[in-house]
């Protein structure tokens, strides 16, 4: 499997404007990752309307690095207004410019943050824009993440049923109780039916101990699963301890990237 | 300035609305943490300026900002004398909340321009400033009408 890092984990630097998109992308490198996952709404200058300039300078940059975008992940809010939540329209091509998007910077997989509650609404929206995923080979990587169990978008992925509508599971699902924001841990038996679905994770961390290791996550056990699987796709690494404290995000990526190292190469 | 966040993980919560109120206090510390790009008020054409950095833990649209309140030394700034600029482009802060086009980047750092003249009375050295903003998220984490609040005193200083 690919390591690497999610450019989220440099969070306390990009937020408070230490680190821009092109310093984070150099320090993933130097730290030794296959590759980096990049937000848009985070990391992409110019958002929403980005020249293609920059977009340019991002995949050339990533790619002379010798690393590829595992995922570019983005937001489908209906918020967006504050007269009106967004039109089926308005979602419909938002998706398809992030699709674009993804492809051009050349990614294959596009992580969208969209609230699915009812999940068939997930279903519906995926369908709509299936034709526009397989044209540009963008693979729509619905994200798993806590307080949602496993399985709660096991019906989806059987309604869509296609090699572009895949899973992103994070690794917050099988956090144990003391993990920020936990209010009930998995076992990890119930990530081995996820894992044919699954294209590329975020192994999510939010401190560590004096090892090294994430005290709530249990990373050993995750990215075995993976390897036995013989799980091909994409690791990254996010680092969100940073919303709890500021501290250099250099060490924290570093420290996150040698745990993915040791349990899964 | 005072860093508002803890030194440890928030402890385990069990239940939605406890970790709504969570969600509430880590996001709106990180913001807080955040908000301030400088301790000082400057003055600025008719006015004064203040930095103010988005507090949100990506770039937003403007239009999430519902309300932006200042208050200098106990003193109310009104709606009507408060001013957002990003890039150059100056938004009445009652009207930010249609500007759904205006993008404020991750970080980013706007000027809010106060342009009450009572100001010019009640600014000292020191200051006592009270920011109060109500951003919403445009994709729900469950909190309350998807509004984070996010409060905020500090002192600042004037050279007058």
């Known amino acids: 499997m690919k390591l690497g890092l999610s450019l989220y984990s ?17 320090a993933a490198a130097e730290i030794g990752c296959d590759g980096v ?31 590829e975008i595992f995922c570019f992940s983005c937001y489908f809010g209906r918020n967006v207004r504050s007269d009106r939540p967004q039109t089926p329209d308005e979602m419909t091509h938002h998706a398809k410019r992030m699709i674009a998007m993804t492809s051009y910077l050349g990614a294959k997989i596009m992580r969208p943050a969209f609230n699915a509650s009812p999940v068939g609404v997930l279903v519906d929206y995926v369908t709509s824009v299936l034709p526009t995923l397989e044209k540009y080979g963008v693979i729509w990587g619905v994200e798993l993440h806590a307080p949602h169990p496993p399985e709660y978008y096991q019906e989806a992925l059987e309604a869509v049923d296609s090699p572009w509508f895949r899973l992103v599971p994070d690794f917050s699902c099988w956090q144990g109780p003391n993990a920020p924001g936990q209010i009930h841990p998995n076992e990890l038996s119930t990530f081995e039916p996820l894992l ?70 | 300035m005072p860093i508002e966040t803890s030194d440890h993980a928030p402890e385990t919560n069990r239940n939605q609305a406890d970790r709504a109120k969570q969600g509430i206090r880590v996001f709106s510390g990180l913001g807080q943490r955040d908000l301030l790009a400088s301790n000082r008020i400057e003055a600025a054409g008719s006015g004064w300026r203040m930095l103010i950095r988005n507090p949100w833990y990506t770039g937003t649209h403007l239009s999430t900002v519902s309300s932006m309140k200042i208050e200098v ?88």
Request: glycine letters at 8%.
């Open chain 1, 10 to 26: 440099f969070g306390a630097d990009v937020h408070s404007g230490r680190m821009d998109i092109y310093d984070a992308i150099r």
């Open chain 1, 37 to 67: 996952e990049i937000i848009a709404e985070q990391h992409i200058p110019g958002w929403p309307n980005p020249s293609l300039d920059d977009l340019t300078a991002i995949r050339e940059l990533v790619a002379s690095l010798g690393m």
């Open chain 1, 196 to 265: 044919k679905y699954t294209v590329h994770c975020h192994a999510k961390a939010h401190m560590f101990d004096e090892n090294g290791d994430e005290p709530n996550t249990p990373y050993e056990e995750l990215l075995g699963m993976l390897a036995d699987h013989g799980f091909e796709g994409s690791v990254a690494g996010e680092y969100e301890g940073w919303f709890i404290k500021d501290v250099p995000s250099e060490k924290t990526a570093r420290t996150l990237f040698a745990l993915l190292e040791k349990h899964g190469r």
């Open chain 2, 73 to 160: 030394n106990g003193h109310a700034v009104p709606e009507e004398n408060t001013v957002i600029s990003l890039r150059g482009q100056q938004i009445p802060i009652a009207y930010a909340k249609t500007m759904h086009e205006l993008w404020w980047g991750m970080g980013e750092v706007a000027d809010v321009l106060l342009t009450d003249p009572a100001l010019g009375g009640v600014l000292a050295e020191k200051n006592a400033v009270h920011v109060d903003i109500d951003m919403r998220t445009t994709f729900s984490y469950g909190f309350p009408d998807d509004t984070l609040p996010y409060r905020l005193t500090v002192e600042m200083e004037f050279e007058k």
